[in-house]
């Protein structure tokens, strides 16, 4: 099984691999408690991501309040192996609908 930093690599790649263009940032949680974990670019468009490795891990203060807020603004998830293809299809369509 792999680990957060493991599959956070792998999710980049797979993000480049359905997004070309798009920039991957990493979020410093140390600058905003638990803003989430990456910032995806692709056009006019953007989505935020907190990866975790399972459902079930702990999420952490603020981090639920960051994902519902940024949610309203634009995209973002809570993302971790058991729904990835769920979200990244929902970021398709997102990103369909607003470029």
């Known amino acids: ?3 957060e930093t493991q599959y956070r ?6 993000i480049k691999e359905i997004f070309p263009a798009c ?5 410093d949680a140390k600058n905003i408690q638990g803003i989430p974990d990456i910032i995806v670019l692709c056009g006019w468009t953007w989505a935020m ?3 975790k490795i399972s459902e079930d ?3 952490q203060p603020n981090q639920s309040y960051y994902i519902d ?5 634009g995209f973002s998830a809570f993302i971790y192996p058991d729904n990835e293809w769920e979200i990244l299809m929902e970021m398709v ?7």
Do not use: C, W
Not at 23 to 27: D, G, K, V
Not at 93 to 99: I, V
């Open 23 to 27: 920039f991957i940032l990493r979020n």
């Open 69 to 73: 807020l940024f949610d309203q603004m």
């Open 1 to 3: 099984m792999m680990n």
């Open 93 to 99: 369509g997102y990103f369909d609908a607003h470029s």
């Open 49 to 51: 991501l907190e990866i």
């Open 9 to 14: 690599n792998h999710l980049e790649k797979t």
């Open 57 to 59: 891990a702990p999420v």
